[in-house]
Structures are given as structure tokens and as C-alpha cells.
């Protein structure tokens, strides 16, 4: 589909790459504290161990530098709100990738230092129009930058759920950008007017076929947090769980977003 028939949100650069910057320092903060038994432990995300893990969160800023390196595409084809569905592509090259990443560097902060680094360099020398030939389509460098909020934001509730007691803080802007990307591609997933989904205090769409609300209270109301429909798009939480744990409430008949989640792959 091409990039103008969808919903354009627009993102600020700035705030973009600090919100992303600041995520991945409270990362790094509490990595700096976890022992080898705590590297060990394993995730939710199949046989992958915590560090691992702390492995693929480096390569979400080191992929800006691995496309940078990539000719530019001569066009945009690929529009942001195709980029969750599209990594599912991606998901054994992705797993190997942090398996190798994980051998390669025996200290985590410092692959993570370095990944700050790099990420930091290459935002400074080239303009956030830049084209990078990512999984889905080609799209601009401000773009895909977009997207390291969903993998940090993501990524962090895995390692608070893996490693017991830890808490690694969530920074506002990038749970916000998170949140807002996800919503907004759940309503190209669902396309529609008859459900109003709201993520207070950063979201609200609509989608799912069937009559438009246009006014007064909408007869479909799904309303949740950002990290419930951060776990529910990215997969962690399926919906039923969260609605029988009152995570979610779902008014209406055409509120029922199971068969649309999750929303990355």
C-alpha cells in the first residue's frame, strides 16, 4: 500500500533520538548490575537468556549503523507503520544474530557503550531523510529511528520480568512514541470507524470494521495501559488474559481485539 493512503503521525526527530538515548541509558544502568547467574537466566522469549537479550537490544542501535552502511534505495516504498508486521520475516536471522552477539561480547556494558556510540555518530552525520533498506520497504533514517522505541520499550518490560527484582524505569517519550506507533498500526491492521481504542495518556484510534461513531459515547470502547498494550502487541500478553485480569476493559460487540493481536509479526 502506498505510503500516503495511510495514517501519518508525525514524530520530531529531536525528541525521538533523545527519548530513544535516555531508554537505552536506563538500560545500560541496570545492566551494569546484573551478575553472570543473572546473565544466565532465562526470558520469555523462547531459549533466549538474559544476555541475549541485553545482546539484541545492542543490535537495535547497531542496525542504524549496519543500513547506513547499505546503498540507499533510490525511493521510499515502505511506509512506519509497516515495519511490526514486517520483522516476523526476520525473527531466526534475529535470534541467531543475538546468540552471536552474545558469545562475541562477554561484557554487556561495553558492547552496549559501543552501540550508544555508534548510534549517536551516524544520527549526527546524515539527515534524517536518508533512505535505509529495512524489512519493511525503504524508509527514511528519522523513521526507523521511530521504531527503537517499540524494541526498547518492549525489550525492557523482558528483562523486568526476567530478572527478579529488577526495575528498569521507563522514559515517558519513548513509551509515549511506542505507544502511539503500535495504536496507530493497529488501526491499518483493523481499518475501520466502529471501536475507539484508548491508551491514556498517549492514544487513542479508531478501527474495526463496522458503523462510525461520530459523536457522544462510542457503543465499542476498548480502553487498557500503555505497558498492558505494549505486552499485547508485542505478543507477551495474549488478550484474553488481560481482559479476564481486568488489564483491559472491552465494551461493545465489535470491541474484541483478539483476532488482531498481536501486532508484531
Not at 21 to 32: I, K, S, T, W, Y
Not at 120 to 136: M, V, W
Request: include cysteine; charged fraction near 25%.
Amino acid at each position: 500500500m502506498p505510503p500516503a493512503k495511510k495514517r501519518t503521525r508525525t514524530y520530531d526527530p529531536a525528541k525521538t533520538r533523545a527519548a530513544v538515548l535516555a531508554q537505552f541509558g536506563n538500560v545500560r544502568a541496570a545492566v551494569r548490575t546484573l551478575t553472570p547467574e543473572q546473565l544466565a537466566l532465562p526470558t520469555r522469549l523462547g531459549d533466549w537468556t538474559v544476555r541475549e537479550l541485553v545482546a539484541h537490544m545492542g543490535a537495535a542501535l547497531t542496525a542504524v549503523d549496519r543500513l547506513l552502511d547499505e546503498p540507499e534505495p533510490p525511493r521510499q516504498d515502505g511506509h512506519l507503520l509497516d515495519w511490526p508486521s514486517a520483522i516476523a520475516a526476520d525473527a531466526d536471522t534475529i535470534a541467531a544474530t543475538a546468540r552471536r552477539l552474545a558469545a562475541e561480547h562477554p561484557d554487556p556494558d561495553a558492547h552496549l557503550a559501543d552501540a550508544e556510540r555508534r548510534f549517536s555518530t551516524r544520527l549526527d552525520t546524515h539527515p534524517g531523510s536518508r533512505l535505509l533498506p529495512t524489512s519493511a520497504g525503504a524508509l527514511p533514517l528519522a523513521d526507523y529511528v521511530v521504531t527503537r522505541t517499540v524494541e526498547l520499550v518492549l525489550h525492557t518490560d523482558d528483562l523486568n520480568a526476567a530478572v527478579p527484582g529488577l526495575d528498569i524505569p521507563y522514559q515517558r517519550q519513548a513509551l509515549a512514541t511506542g505507544v502511539r506507533l503500535l495504536a496507530d498500526a493497529l488501526a491499518v491492521k483493523a481499518p475501520g470507524g466502529s471501536t475507539e481504542v484508548r491508551i491514556p495518556p498517549y492514544a487513542v484510534v479508531q478501527c474495526v470494521e463496522g458503523p462510525r461513531h461520530t459523536r457522544g459515547t462510542p457503543p465499542n470502547v476498548v480502553e487498557t495501559d500503555p505497558l498492558t498494550w505494549i505486552r499485547l502487541a508485542g505478543g507477551r500478553t495474549a488478550w484474553q488474559d488481560a481482559v479476564a485480569r481486568a488489564e483491559v476493559s472491552a465494551s461493545g460487540e465489535r470491541a474484541d481485539l483478539g483476532p488482531y493481536l498481536p501486532l508484531l509479526g
